[in-house]
T-cell receptor
Framework: KNEVEQSPQNLTAQEGEFITINCSYSVGISALHWLQQHPGGGIVSLFMLSSGKKKHGRLIATINIQEKHSSLHITASHPRDSAVYICAVLNSGGSNYKLTFGKGTLLTVKP | DSGVTQTPKHLITATGQRVTLRCSPR?????VYWYQQSLDQGLQFLIQYYNGEERAKGNILERFSAQQFPDLHSELNLSSLELGDSALYFC?????????????FGPGTRLTVT
C-alpha cells in the first residue's frame, strides 16, 4: 500500500461544478503539500498546510491530522482548472526529510 | 512565469554519459530543491540546498550530486546515466530553509537517455 493515496485517479466535471480531490496518508506528517501540474508540465505549488484550512481564490484545502486525510476543493470550476493535482506529505525533523508524493488526480473540466 | 529558470529545456544523451542541469532561483530565494518526475516513479524529491549548504536529502542516487554556488544558482550532476534516468527534472526555490515555505517551480529539464 502506498503511503499516500489520492482519489479519484481521474475526474471529469462540467464547468461550474464543485470539485473535491482527496488525499489519504498512512504515516505521521509535519505538513502536506498540494501541487498543480498543467498539461504542458509546469508545476505550481498551491498550498502547504499542517492543520486546519487554507483558501486561495476558488481553491480551498483542508487537513484532518487525526484522520490522516486532506481534501482539495475547487469551487465554480473552469476549463483552465484542468490539470493533474498532486498531494505530497512531509515528514521532517532536523536534517531528516522525507517527502512522499501521491500519484496525482487528473481533472478535466469541460465547458 | 515563476521566476525560476532551468537550462537546458531538453537534453538527449547516451547511457554511461554525464550531464549537468542548471537552475537559477527566483531573486531573493535562498533555497533550491531538485525533483525527478518519471513515468513509473512519479514525482520524487532529490535534494535541497539552502544558502550554499545541503539542507535535506531525499531519494537521490549516489550517481547524482548537486551543489549550490555563491550566486545561489544550483547544478544537478547526473553521471553513469541509465535508461531509467530518463525523466523530467524540476528545480524549485523558496525564501527560507523550511520545506513548509512556498516553493516556486521552474519549467523543468526533460532528459532522455538512449
Amino acid at each position: 500500500k502506498n503511503e499516500v493515496e489520492q482519489s479519484p485517479q481521474n475526474l471529469t466535471a462540467q464547468e461550474g461544478e464543485f470539485i473535491t480531490i482527496n488525499c489519504s496518508y498512512s504515516v505521521g506528517i509535519s505538513a502536506l503539500h498540494w501541487l498543480q501540474q498543467h498539461p504542458g508540465g509546469g508545476i505550481v505549488s498551491l498550498f502547504m498546510l499542517s492543520s486546519g484550512k487554507k483558501k486561495h481564490g476558488r481553491l480551498i484545502a483542508t487537513i484532518n491530522i487525526q484522520e490522516k486525510h486532506s481534501s482539495l476543493h475547487i469551487t465554480a470550476s473552469h476549463p483552465r482548472d484542468s490539470a493533474v493535482y498532486i498531494c505530497a506529505v512531509l515528514n521532517s525533523g532536523g536534517s531528516n526529510y522525507k517527502l512522499t508524493f501521491g500519484k496525482g488526480t487528473l481533472l478535466t473540466v469541460k465547458p | 512565469d515563476s521566476g525560476v529558470t532551468q537550462t537546458p529545456k531538453h537534453l538527449i544523451t547516451a547511457t554511461g554519459q554525464r550531464v549537468t542541469l542548471r537552475c537559477s532561483p527566483r531573486s531573493g530565494d535562498l533555497s533550491v530543491y531538485w525533483y525527478q518526475q518519471s513515468l513509473d516513479q512519479g514525482l520524487q524529491f532529490l535534494i535541497q540546498y539552502y544558502n550554499g549548504e545541503e539542507r535535506a536529502k531525499g531519494n537521490i542516487l549516489e550517481r547524482f550530486s548537486a551543489q549550490q554556488f555563491p550566486d545561489l544558482h544550483s547544478e544537478l550532476n547526473l553521471s553513469s546515466l541509465e535508461l531509467g534516468d530518463s525523466a523530467l527534472y524540476f528545480c524549485a526555490s523558496s525564501v527560507g530553509q523550511e520545506v513548509i515555505d512556498e516553493q516556486y517551480f521552474g519549467p523543468g529539464t526533460r532528459l532522455t537517455v538512449t
